[in-house]
């Protein structure tokens, strides 16, 4: 998968352009039909494509443009889910919060045609990120299993299918996006298990990411998890958390959070080199992915390209430097 030093790569949403964000209320009000949806869909990859070619990284994805929000995206294409009605989350940001009404059943694809796009459109490296089963599980009712642990199984099994229909069109590189991880470490065990599922069969890197909460609750014990690379949201925390992480040997990959996507403020290509190398006291340079804490949807589209394009010279200077 890596055939460079320090890879550069996002965690996965770009903002969406104004225009695109008025076409999809457009097409939510049945003032738009499907195809031209689609269309709008394709040519706002393509500019994320173009965004990232610009900025200088390595490994791709197609900035979540046809995602609203990362745990109803998915419940909207599996079967025994039912999506309520927005849920305020923070702020004035809402989300449509699921309901798992029924046995979750795999019915169609949803994100193997997003891979297949972004795949003609790029030959550069690309990362397919998906919410895992205990985070959508987690930020969704449910109406159905007996057990919070039984949904989650469940939803591992269908995710399966998905991740193995993407390796077999070509992925080689697939993440797994479980930030509720974090928030309930005491059920650290399901999660766990949940990604063993999910993974099983699977032939391709695996990277699991997760943001917030308080590490040292569940370091060293996610080094147990069956992925080979850990994603962590680190400058946001001002790098505190490298502390926990060498309590212990680091024996995965670390996607390394090295950009705040929580501040306008563009750091500068030497202060990113500098948070860069903070990992080398964690893990051997070959160890380290570099990217931005998390998706960087909230920028601008302007301060998302600055922040990139400073993370992406920031490494390639480091590698010409180690």
């Known amino acids: 998968m890596k ?42 990859v393509r500019a994320v494509v173009k965004v990232q070619e610009l900025a200088g990284l390595d490994i791709f994805w197609d900035g979540e443009m046809r995602r609203e929000e990362m745990t109803s995206y998915f419940a909207e294409n599996i079967d025994g889910f039912t999506v309520y009605g927005p849920v305020r989350v923070w702020g004035n940001n809402y989300y449509k ?49 007996n057990t919070k642990e039984d949904a989650v199984y469940a939803l591992a099994e269908v995710i399966n299918e998905e991740l193995k229909a993407l390796v077999a069109a070509g992925a080689d590189f697939i993440q797994i996006d479980d930030p509720a991880i974090s928030t309930h470490v005491d ?33 060293p014990q996610v080094l147990d998890f069956p992925v080979d690379q850990l994603d962590f949201e680190l400058a946001n ?25 929580h501040t306008k403020r563009v750091e500068s290509v030497a202060e990113i080199k500098e948070n860069i190398t903070k990992s080398f006291e964690m893990v051997e340079p ?19 390209f600055e922040k990139l394009k400073n993370m992406c010279d920031a490494a390639e200077e480091l590698r010409e430097e180690l």
């Open 3 to 44: 055939n460079k030093l320090l890879p550069t790569t996002v965690v996965g949403s770009h903002p969406k352009p104004k225009w695109l964000n008025h076409l999809i209320v457009e097409f939510e009000q049945g003032n738009l039909d499907k195809g031209v949806m689609e269309s709008a869909f394709n040519d706002s």
């Open 286 to 304: 070959k160890q380290v992915y570099v990217d931005p804490d998390c998706g960087v949807k909230l920028l601008s589209p302007q301060k998302a």
């Open 97 to 145: 919060k699921p309901a798992i009404t029924g046995e979750l059943r795999y019915r169609d694809e949803f994100s193997l045609s997003d891979y297949r796009f972004l795949s003609s459109l790029t030959d550069r490296g690309i990362k397919v990120p998906l919410t895992g089963p205990y985070t959508i599980v987690d930020w969704s009712f449910n109406e159905h299993y």
């Open 237 to 261: 925390k001002n790098f505190e958390d490298i502390k926990i992480f060498r309590e212990h040997d680091f024996t995965k990959d670390i996607g390394f959070g090295c950009v705040d996507v």
């Open 187 to 219: 059920e650290l065990e399901v999660a766990k298990k949940s990604v063993e599922i999910a993974t099983k069969g699977v032939k391709a890197y695996i990277g699991l990411h997760i943001c917030y909460g308080d590490y040292s609750k569940l370091y």
